[in-house]
């Protein structure tokens, strides 16, 4: 039992949601589908590509990836007709223009002004605590300390 449990979490990642009617009969036309259909999010589930989502949107998407490129599209013209008419959401990856240009640089800013503020910040507790010690001690009073400690 426990054999059979274990084979069926082995293979269910190889159950994806394309149908054997929505293969293609061209296997480099269906490997460049495959590919395509990893980078395209269901808009139903969001989370799962639309290869593994069965949401009936995600069935129309595959067959229209397929559709393209049996007509001849390249890759990115497909890629460039879902988003025409779904828009960028889709994407798993958006592009690095416009607006979402503004996504991808607001981390690394956001990081690199913490760390200024942390090496300021730093900067000015060291200065502080320098302005803030206490002056060496003198020969007579590091004298007197030295004779209170050994009693």
């Known amino acids: 039992m426990t054999r059979l449990v274990l084979i069926l979490l082995l293979l269910a990642p190889a159950a994806f949601a394309v149908q054997p009617d929505e293969v293609l009969d061209d296997p480099a036309l269906e490997t460049r589908a495959r590919e395509i259909s990893q980078d395209l999010r269901c808009p139903v589930c969001q989370g799962e590509n639309i290869d593994e989502s069965n949401a009936a949107i995600s069935r129309d998407l595959r067959l229209y990836v397929r559709e393209r490129l049996v007509e001849g599209d390249s890759d990115a013209e497909v890629i460039d007709a879902v988003t025409d008419r779904f828009g960028e959401f ?46 060496p001690l003198s020969e007579a009073e590091q004298a007197r300390l030295d004779e209170i400690m050994r009693r």
């Open 90 to 135: 889709v994407l798993f990856s958006p592009r690095a223009t416009g607006g979402n240009l503004i996504l991808y640089l607001a981390g690394p800013l956001m990081a690199l002004i913490g760390v200024i503020m942390g090496w300021r910040f730093i900067a000015s507790r060291r200065a502080s605590a320098r302005q803030d010690a206490e002056p």
